[in-house]
């Protein structure tokens, strides 16, 4: 047992904290400053190509790919405490050094079950950063945590794939950059629970997609990352090798690709939080109230202390997380990766409204990044399924032991 | 000891049930729809003026004022009731009932302190819902919570009085239909501590007052409640008959109507918790998950005993509150209405919170109303000063009763 | 609506106050004393006997009891604010005024049920504190708060009844005294499942029954209340004048027995948390620590505040529902009952959790009275049914609305 | 970064299971027993003596002590996971190896600070076990967790020192076989705040020491344990050999003495929680209401998953912890000492609260070790230093990072 990072982790570490000070942190203010000169909403601001030009440079560039053809070949306990700094400045880290979700996981999609013509038209432009993807899963009708009730349907015709059905929550797809849609849907209705799904690539361009509306989050549009497409399909046509795998893998693909997405968001909430930490100790040691500093209330100190305990926690078991899914695998890392997307983001909301509120009302605004990764944090204890249904999933396991 | 609502509260209950069953809920989508047609952001919705019309005919208008002459003459006590009831949608019910923050601490202070001019150029518009007033305390470089670091300052200068500073958090007044500001500021920085303050009326269009730009909540801007503007006052000039009471009279008048305000907006906080309530009930009614309504789920049904345990607790408390300052006046209520801005809020954010999980992603979006309560309610554990503060407060009487 | 005690409350406040201060505090001491020298640990000491005459002498006297022909005629609304009081000292005050369970229940299901024979021999040495009672009803077995689930068998054998089956948590049945235990068993299995159960009178000398041992509860062994007895009865043989009301009434007696005794407690818990919050002042207010009181602590006046505010909403919901239980009945109230037993016992180891910690390690031992009545308010929890059920039960009403 | 036991542990970690599984599971059933059938309160039970012998027999023997020369010489990072293991029935395995408090730190205090003199004769037989010790540090009179608050007093008189002053909650030293305490006191009032202190060794027969009473915990005496007694030391009289380490020392020697003292708490709760969780499993597996297993009801789920969730939190701060202690020493652990102290005990009251709860009326009683467990993890809230001093500690140096 040993908790130190190995000498590559330290070294990229190094690395990429130096690019967050030197670029990241500074164009912060530039991005505010693009959108609200911005005319499309939904569009990348300049910036961002500004930061991937100079992380491309510095080698830090899609450092998410385990696999090293494609990508950086990091293990996932390398690459963990790379994702958490970029979690300190989530609006633009992520996206300058290519390991932006929902891309991430639509790329590892395709270095691991496209085609050789999959990869050369799709994966290629989205390593290289030339255009952007959605996933469209989640769908309004339906509780979409439970697989079996996907009602979109994926039905061969001739040589076409013919899709029927309404997506939600397709992030980035609002982003006119946005080329290709991963869909999932049943092929095979009447087959085994989860034998019945497929995932297919539809081209955005394609006749009968439309993208609908950007669905908000307490208030946020997250335009910038192309928002959360509400996108109907329509008789949508596309040619069978389209299809991603075969016809009912589409929920084992689904599960490959949740496993690193979910450890992915927990890397970079751990960020978050720490980033609300430090700003809510340097607001807490320059604002006075009655006559001292709030850094010298009780209860502040409470917030800080509290915060630090449960910061260093969540971080050990995500990173243990990691580990596990490097050495037995995603299935043998099941229960951690629920695990921390149970608690992972409660952490980050608790430590976001404390920070919140060491900021009075300037916390809640525009004023400090605060509220908004709040809304972020919250929305991932929805997001790839509820708590409550990870909850229970587990909890059945544990109860299996003693039975 | 009587639990019962009296003769004339129950039937403004109904007549104010009847109203919102036939008026008020219907026009919320039709707000939804001339909101996304709007051209200006912070302007009212024509839905609200139909409202109001109706209103005046229903006879529900000026409830909130206890002032017989210019009000409805109700108690706290029967005010509290109606309130509730207008929370529960509380972007259309208070302002049709010309019952919404801040016009009506602004048309107390008023009634209360102003003189006969100043009643008939200013309180006889507001009472009328012709014109809309801000109140313009909140700096956004001290911690207001402590009203002795207010550094706006009030200065005498001949016939005039010259104001200078920067106040923010300053509701409707991003309206351009806000004519009137009521601005709180220092006219003696060196008398006592709770002498220092006075409050004097500006209307929108002296020279000098640029009103800057409209702060978010949590992505919301607020609009067509007039959002919360940064106000800039840069050596504005009014007459001396503006000022509101005396010299040194602005912390008591703020104290005064502060009292009334927070109960308000606990009142309000109770029906938008009821309203959580309901919504989460018919949605775990309806929606399936696993083979069952999420109805049959104990952690919902959980979420949903608890909530009205607290809904139950959280308006005893309120209606306790009122009857105190109906019958040993605001001063005698100090600890209950710090009670209440303590509990409250944080009461109505958990109800919120667990109507949100259930309803899934729709929860945190535009698709339902939760979201936005929620950050209402978020808010109002900074508004009116942080909870931390009122909790110290409160503290510090109950202690001194065993020193 | 009015939140002013009646006149005959206000004077028995007085009287029971003064009771307290003279008699009752001073008699804390004497108690500890008494119980360090007894020699059997779970019989009455003598100073509960004085503290008894002199509330006689006081007329405190049967005060629950709201038969004006047995008892003090008061409504269950005039008699919460004195049952709070005598839970400030709840090992010493409920039984100074014959006011103690489970001898309230007792007499009440005397008097409402009992025949005059029944009476004559029970219910008058009960209402004259001559001798004590039991109440037979939950199964070490069985989860009991499914009624159903009851196994004791209650058989008719020519003139007699037969009872076999095991008790537990017959609380007061280990003191010599106890002389009358009312049992709960099924006398009609096949019935309806609210009509199997009866009760019936079982003398505790009768041949079959055994006291087997006291239950602890957190390292308490109640002694001087009688403690939690596990309770044997094999072959019990009794009259058929025995049964109260008839066969298959046992679930009816139970309910009109179970709604007072509930709201007793929640009155009792009110007045611990208030003990517990005046010692947690007193303590702060004494104790220094890193050079000032701990009073000064920010996180201390937290607790305290906080302690304030749900003290004042739970006790006003408990005197809500005795109210409903005055003007509705226990049946319209159902739902308030509920609700208090779900939230006071919560609010009440809150309070004390942190009177507990203010006060150190002294605070979880014998020198001082926190951890005792922690312990009793944790049981509360699972005592008469654990909360979930309660909360799973109060759930389905309120989704039953909106369906 | 490796989350893997390294394989001494592994090995040490099978020969404890199985000694658990053989010896000690069975025997709490013994303990019980002998506990009922005591004469003496305070004693060790028979049963221990028995495992002990089979414990060296096994080679699990002082496992705890890092000094190869007198213990096992594993690092704290070897010794966590078996120290965990042993906190599953933490009233027999600690005891069973030889590695329980106060014992185990007092002989670290020994083989750190002793003579050649004072570790022959008091260390030897402490780690033979034929003897116990006592820590005598907290005052009543004051608050301890601010180490200049204590009051005892350690004066030179010639050959002499004579101690005076009065101790509690002195672990241990209940037991008759407890034979030496380790007393801090000021020989040094005057000196810089924390070289006041020294600690010094009192045989406990000596003259003018009174082993006064035992302090309760909840209840519970801890009697098997040695209880923790209240300890008056009046010109108590012993040789200046007796002194550990210099005058003024006394501080530095407590640290030394409580990191690893604290982080042994920490490794047992990990245990007591993941017993309970157990515990909680099993019962809910077997325990059915209204109709089905409480194992189905998504409450008792949530419990489950939840407690999984924090228990692998913490245990992998506690081995973080274990290895900072072991790579930077204990002071560069300084953080995450307090860190798992503020964590870990509420973790561990967290779970076993709910384990109670899933127990019903048996979970607060003798029936079921659970409240037992649950007394002594709330009293580690408060044993070495209130969480809040903690807390505030933590924050303190958290905030400095920013300044």
């Known amino acids: 047992m040993d908790f130190a990072y190995d000498a590559k982790t330290e070294e990229l570490r190094g690395r990429l904290l130096s690019f967050m000070d030197e670029f990241v942190y500074p164009a912060e203010a530039v991005l505010e400053k693009q959108l609200e000169e911005a005319t499309d909403e939904w569009a990348r601001t300049p910036i961002v190509a500004d930061l991937q030009a100079e992380a491309r440079k510095a080698g830090l560039w899609n450092l998410f790919l385990p696999d090293a053809e494609h990508g950086a070949g990091l293990t996932n306990l390398q690459y963990a405490p790379l994702a958490e700094i970029t ?25 691991m079950f496209g085609t050789e013509e999959q990869k050369k038209q799709w994966l290629r432009p989205l390593l290289d950063g030339e255009i952007r993807s959605a996933f ?32 939600w929550w397709s992030s980035g797809a609002m982003n006119p950059n946005c080329a290709i849609f991963i869909v999932m849907g049943k092929t095979n209705p009447e087959a085994e629970r989860h034998q019945q799904q497929a995932m297919i690539l539809v081209p955005r361009d394609t006749p009968g997609v439309e993208v609908k509306r950007g669905m908000h989050v307490f208030g946020y549009t997250d335009g910038p990352h192309g928002g959360h497409a509400e996108v109907v399909f329509t008789d949508v046509r596309v040619p069978v090798d389209n299809l991603v795998a075969g016809e009912g893998e589409g929920f084992a693909i689904a599960q490959a690709r949740l496993g690193p997405g979910r450890i992915h968001h927990c890397m970079r909430l751990i960020g978050m939080a720490e980033r609300a930490l430090e700003l809510m100790c340097r607001r807490a040691n320059e604002r006075v109230a009655f006559g001292k500093p ?19 926690q969540a971080r050990l078991l995500v990173l243990k997380t990691a580990w596990l899914m490097d050495t037995v695998g995603n299935k043998g890392a099941h229960t ?18 404390k920070a919140i509120q060491a900021h009075g009302a300037g916390g809640v605004s525009q004023d400090f990044p605060l509220a908004n990764l ?30």
Chains 1, 2, 3, 4 share one sequence.
């Open 87 to 111: 979690g300190r400045s989530p609006h633009l880290a992520p996206e300058a050094l290519n390991c932006a979700a929902p891309d991430t996981g639509n790329m590892e999609v395709l270095a």
């Open 294 to 312: 709030i850094a010298a209330q009780g209860v502040v100190q409470e917030w800080i202390a509290e915060s630090r305990v449960r910061i260093e």
């Open 136 to 167: 469209c899963m989640t769908e309004p009708d339906v509780a979409s945590s439970d697989a079996t009730n996907i009602a979109t349907r994926i039905e061969r015709d001739g040589d076409s794939y013919v899709i029927n059905g309404t997506k």
């Open 336 to 353: 951690e990766i629920q695990a921390i997307k149970i608690g992972v983001p409660l952490m980050a909301e608790w430590v976001l409204d």
């Open 374 to 403: 709040w809304a972020s944090a919250r929305t991932l204890r929805l997001a790839d399924g509820p708590d409550e249904v990870h909850r229970m999933s587990l909890a059945k396991r544990e109860l299996k032991k003693y039975r």
